[in-house]
């Protein structure tokens, strides 16, 4: 075991700041944070012969109140006492000798982890806090040392199955026409994988929503226009062909696709592939970030603010966490994405909720590049208490949408329909890497209404767009204290119109 030392304990509480942006509303602590040489804050810093590299890229937390990290580097470590003093946390090494394990999930009596080959539980036996078992629950996937070949997982959705994804492998040694490179999986009780769904990228983020439905992040790249989740699914197509191919082999669920798509708008494109499905949300590029990664459900019933049951979902590139609500219009998932905090010192990877409220937030640049001055790290979040102001829900409605705030809004401000601006558009479905925003226009908002309690408003709008990004600023908006809002802008992925309703006070 190793206790944590003064290098990587160092307590960072972040009351009216978050880096600029928490108001208070966020306390933030180091439990590991790892620099190079040239960026140490300390020209003297030098690591301790125990010190340990958490380049996080798993978490879980244990019924027992230990969180369990796997590392880039094929290790997992136990955090006693994780919601406990910073220097109070022992370390403990759980196993070694993984393939890059991207993902943990906890079982009663072992962890799964998704390693390159395969799906692996670790299971401690003799319970002297070692795994001793290291036992294959799933594999059948094809594996030659290329770079991007990585797997995720896993996941366990609401009937029990156990979900992995797979990278595409992309440079040197790819070879993406063997079984199932870009594909969504299921682990069969035979040890053997089952595809369910193909046209994935780079599927690095994997969770559950409050329904126990099964989503994953993708990344732009060839194909993907931008950051986005996915509901998982059996016969789904997300949009990326380079691994389409395994749809030929027994066991595919899909069938060949009935066109070719490369340049036509989302909306066009839909029609043209009837196994193409869009996105639950759109996270558009620069706005809400450039590399989205892992997510996790908000299920602490409010001991970590308002958010309850929504997503809240890593980035790497800029290294910060947004959040998503998500609802379910005639048959389809569909929602808004929010900024919630940047700034953090390193690429957000893995996220994980333990006790008391608490958000664990880990972190690694795995070499690429990243904002902040750290190569990995772990923190923890929790919520002050102080109940920020802004929209925690827009939901869509037949004639426009309906804001959910934090707290109450001022109705005059909140009222006039300058204190809004929307406009809306959609990506191209095309080979090259990325995609532009376009057929953008504007959303004329012809009333905003409040309701008398002043917690929620509707916004009449004109001029709605199914598969289209509707882009919401309320900067005008103030609380009922005259406040302005923590966050300013949301982002609504509009697939599906709700049905037509008598118009209601909202």
């Excluded at 998982?232 to 197509?237: D, F, I, S, T, V």
């Excluded at 970590?304 to 049951?309: A, D, K, Q």
Aim: hydrophobic share 35%; proline share 6%.
């Amino acid at each position: 075991m190793v206790r944590t030392g003064y290098w990587f304990t160092v307590l960072i509480v972040v009351l009216g700041q978050v880096w600029g942006q928490g108001g208070g509303y966020y306390e933030v602590e180091d439990l590991l944070l790892g620099t190079s040489m040239h960026n140490s804050r300390d020209a003297d810093w030098q690591p301790d012969k125990d010190g340990i590299a958490l380049e996080v890229t798993g978490l879980a937390m244990m019924e027992d109140g230990r969180l369990a990290v796997a590392i880039r580097k094929g290790e997992i470590w136990m955090l006693h006492g994780a919601l406990g003093p910073v220097d109070a946390i022992v370390y403990e090494r759980f196993a070694s000798g993984l393939d890059e394990p991207l993902g943990l999930l906890y079982q009663s009596d072992r962890l799964l982890v998704a390693q390159r080959s395969e799906v692996t539980a670790l299971v401690d036996s003799d319970e002297d806090g070692v795994a001793d078992q290291y036992l294959t629950v799933g594999k059948g996937w094809a594996v030659n040392g290329n770079y991007h070949g990585y797997a995720y997982g896993p996941v366990q959705d609401s009937a029990g199955r156990l979900w992995a994804t797979l990278n595409l492998e992309m440079g040197s040694q790819a070879d993406n026409a063997r079984p199932w490179r870009g594909w969504g999986v299921v682990l069969g009780e035979d040890g053997r994988v089952q595809p369910m769904c193909a046209g994935m990228r780079s599927p690095c983020g994997l969770g559950r929503n409050a329904m126990g439905d099964v989503f994953f992040t993708d990344q732009q790249g060839n194909w993907i226009p931008t950051n986005s989740l996915h509901h998982l699914r059996p016969g789904a197509y997300y949009g990326n062909p380079d691994g389409i191919s395994a749809e030929a082999l027994a066991g595919s669920p899909l069938k060949p696709l009935a066109a070719e798509v490369n340049g036509d708008p989302y909306p066009v494109a839909l029609k043209k592939l009837p196994q193409l499905v869009p996105p639950a949300v759109w996270f558009p590029y620069i706005k809400m970030g450039r590399s989205r990664t892992g997510f996790v459900l908000d299920d602490t019933a409010g001991a970590f603010g308002p958010y309850v049951n929504q997503l809240f979902v890593g980035e790497f590139t800029d290294s910060k966490i947004g959040r998503v609500f998500l609802e379910k219009v005639r048959g389809e998932y569909q929602g808004a994405c929010f900024p919630f905090l940047e700034g953090f010192p390193c690429a957000v990877y893995q996220l994980a909720f333990g006790g008391k409220g608490t958000l664990f937030v880990g972190m690694t640049n795995r070499g690429w590049s990243s904002l902040g001055s750290a190569a990995y790290g772990l923190q923890r979040l929790r919520w002050t208490g102080k109940m920020p102001f802004e929209v925690s829900e827009m939901r869509a409605r037949p004639d426009g949408f309906e804001l959910v705030f934090t707290r109450p809004v001022n109705p005059e401000d909140a009222g006039r329909t300058d204190a809004y601006h929307m406009h809306a558009y959609t990506y191209p479905l095309h080979q090259r890497y990325g995609g532009d925003e376009i057929l953008t226009d504007t959303v004329p908002i012809r009333e905003a209404r409040v309701s008398e309690d002043g917690s929620r408003v509707r916004l009449f709008c004109e001029g709605l767009r199914p598969y289209f990004v509707h882009e919401l600023h309320y900067d005008g908006v103030r609380s009922a204290h005259g406040e302005r809002p923590w966050h300013t802008r949301a982002y609504y992925t509009l697939n599906q119109l709700p049905e037509l309703s008598p118009r209601a006070e909202p």
